[in-house]
């Protein structure tokens, strides 16, 4: 069960990026957008918590139909011009591909294992296609902002180690537990971050704020975040985190968060980080439902250059499930006594 | 209303002493009235802070002596301390059955130990782990973030709400009875332990836990126990919770799923470990 909601969402994933993977960077564009198209104007105050900090605090969805990285046909261009040229542009990149979920609905999943199910998991079911989670309204293209709408290259020493390191666990792939994805594990999915990415499902967040802390539990795998705003400085180097070590603080009604200190193992969009991995993120509450959540994750040991991301969270009620994933993973051993029972044919 | 209750403390009560107390309001037996706790802005006891058990319930909530801990080889630094228990009267009241359960358990304890695989701790177990927990207390909600296992619940302190299906840390409504944080924890299931010792429970366990400040850096922790597929009737537990005074305190991470696989998928390996019982 896990394994195969764990397949879907990598063969989502592999949609997305094989969607704008050959994209030619583009150079010399338009100076990127970062305002986002006025919404209706309304009467609205930032609420505050009694301590006089906006109250970011409730439940929240991030999930969202923007690709990471923006489709190749795209270009430059940050924003769609409406709805209506946003669904015309997804149904032709998508190859005029309709049906239930119509632009909302990544263009297929595939049959990525080869077993003759074309789709594991319809993607309705995921909240990804239909009515069947509230999504912020976004105009956006792609999450990573900026003329090009993707994440840069690696360097070419990190390209070949990553190639190295495929190509072992590859081969080693079922050997043991300690071999299996750090997802499978259970230990992180690789998308709480920071930053904080959508996932195909469970992508639901809540915000507590207390004295001096905000506290921020992601329902996947109920990895949790408590991020000190008191002017404490980071921990000590020597303690790694797979969630990093982050501290906040607020400029004006935005928390910004820095966080370092990752764990070597840790992945941010694909690539291992190193030790001077540094993300930024800004949490601004935008309007009654919205809270809009911009990253920058810099890495010189890893990337060419740093990127920067934008999303909107929305507003919804109830509460989190609790995702136990550890508890629950039968997949673990199930997948280990089939490679065993495999060696032994 | 107010008559009624006068009357039943006067009832209740030793009549001389209970005759004086009636010029004052009287306050709930379980708080230590002395201690009002500082308030946050919102005029509600401030809970925030990083609270830790400094006691031996996690190896047994019974009083216990000292014993050897159950792998030979780590000697006396994974044995047993003493403890005088938490529990109120000391022995639980176990249906004959469910008390045999407890000494499986407790002889098979190195297989069926939940906190051995990393499993999340419950409610209460949770609380009293050698771990330290936060409290972030938002405004609608409180959030109780345990370092062990990274476990977490969110205490919706709105109307009560019901849970969606039974969990690892149940489902915890909140509110607050003069100095005290109150919360009815259900929906919890039967797959926690409250000990080492093989405490256990079924799926019908309620708790309903009580956080009382009793100085500044001192909570008192009460729980009250039903599970009458177990126990013969409600049972209480009760301990101070303390400050980490650290001036850098924090959760840390205790991602414990790393340190458990070997014992959970290692016999599944392609290769076996070198030298049992290695952690590599």
């Known amino acids: ?345 | 209303m107010r008559i009624c209750r006068l009357g039943g403390w006067l009832l209740a009560g030793t009549a001389g002493a209970a005759l004086l107390s009636l010029a004052v309001i009287p306050t709930p037996a379980q708080a230590p009235a002395a201690y009002k706790a500082l308030k946050t802005k919102d005029g509600k006891p401030n809970l925030n802070g990083i609270w830790q058990a400094n006691n031996e319930a996690n190896w047994d909530i019974r009083p216990h002596a000292a014993y050897a801990g159950p792998v030979y080889t780590l000697g006396a630094a994974y044995s047993t301390p003493a403890g005088l228990g938490v529990v109120d009267g000391g022995e639980l009241p176990y249906k004959p059955e469910a008390a045999a359960k407890q000494k499986d358990n407790f002889t098979n304890r190195l297989k069926l130990d939940p906190e051995i695989k990393c499993y999340m701790g419950g409610v209460p177990r949770s609380t009293y782990m050698p771990y330290p927990f936060q409290i972030v207390q938002g405004t609608g909600t409180i959030m109780f973030v345990y370092e062990y296992a990274g476990a977490v619940r969110v205490i919706n302190m709105g109307a009560p709400t019901k849970a969606p299906a039974d969990s690892w840390m149940g489902w915890s409504n909140g509110h607050w009875e003069g100095e005290s944080l109150v919360v009815d924890v259900t929906s919890l299931n039967d797959s926690t332990w409250f000990d080492r010792a093989g405490n256990w429970h079924s799926d019908a366990l309620h708790v309903i836990e009580r956080y009382t400040a009793i100085g500044p850096d001192a909570l008192q922790y009460e729980a009250t126990i039903d599970d009458p597929k177990v126990f013969t009737r409600q049972w209480k537990m009760g301990m101070p919770l303390y400050r980490r005074l650290e001036k850098n305190a924090q959760i840390l991470e205790y991602k414990c799923v790393e340190f458990a696989e070997e014992v959970l998928y290692g016999h599944l390996r392609k290769q076996p470990l070198q030298g049992k019982g290695d952690s590599k």
């Not at chain 1, 309204?137 to 020493?157: D, N, Q």
């Not at chain 1, 050997?175 to 690789?190: F, K, M, V």
């Not at chain 1, 990127?307 to 909107?312: A, I, K, L, V």
């Open chain 1, 1 to 345: 069960m896990r394994r195969q909601l764990l397949s879907t969402l990598i063969a989502l994933v592999a949609v997305v990026l094989l969607v704008s993977a050959p994209v030619v960077a583009q150079t010399g564009a338009q100076a990127s957008v970062t305002a986002k198209p006025a919404p209706a104007a309304k009467a609205w105050t930032m609420p505050r918590t009694p301590d006089g900090k906006p109250d970011l605090q409730g439940v929240y969805s991030n999930a969202t139909t923007i690709p990471v990285a923006r489709p190749a046909n795209l270009g430059a261009k940050e924003f769609y011009d409406s709805e209506a040229d946003k669904a015309a542009t997804a149904a032709a990149a998508a190859g005029g591909r309709g049906g239930r979920g119509g632009a909302a609905r990544p263009a297929a999943a595939a049959d990525p294992e080869g077993n003759g199910l074309a789709v594991h998991y319809d993607t309705s079911q995921f909240g990804l296609g239909g009515p069947t989670v509230k999504r912020a309204a976004s105009l956006r293209t792609s999450i990573i902002t900026g003329p090009e709408g993707r994440v840069p290259a690696v360097l070419p020493e990190v390209a070949k180690a990553a190639q190295d390191r495929r190509a072992y666990q590859q081969a080693h792939q079922w050997d043991s537990a300690q071999n299996r994805p750090l997802a499978e594990r259970c230990i992180t999915w690789g998308f709480e971050g920071p930053p904080m990415m959508p996932v195909g499902y469970n992508s639901t967040l809540e915000i507590v704020q207390g004295q001096g802390y905000v506290g921020i539990v992601q329902e996947m795998i109920h990895d949790t975040r408590i991020i000190p705003t008191d002017g404490r400085p980071h921990g000590p180097a020597e303690i790694k985190r797979w969630m990093g070590d982050s501290v906040g603080h607020w400029e004006g009604d935005t928390l910004v968060v820095e966080t370092v200190n990752y764990n070597p193992l840790v992945v941010i969009q694909g690539q291992q980080v190193s030790d001077a991995a540094k993300v930024t993120e800004r949490f601004t509450r935008v309007d009654a439902d919205t809270i809009t959540y911009q990253f920058t994750v810099d890495d010189p040991k890893v990337w060419v250059k740093p990127f920067s991301g934008e999303y909107n969270m929305v507003h919804i009620d109830g509460g989190l499930y609790e995702y136990a994933c550890h508890e629950g993973n039968y997949g673990m051993a199930n997948n280990l006594s089939g490679a065993r029972a495999t060696e032994k044919k």
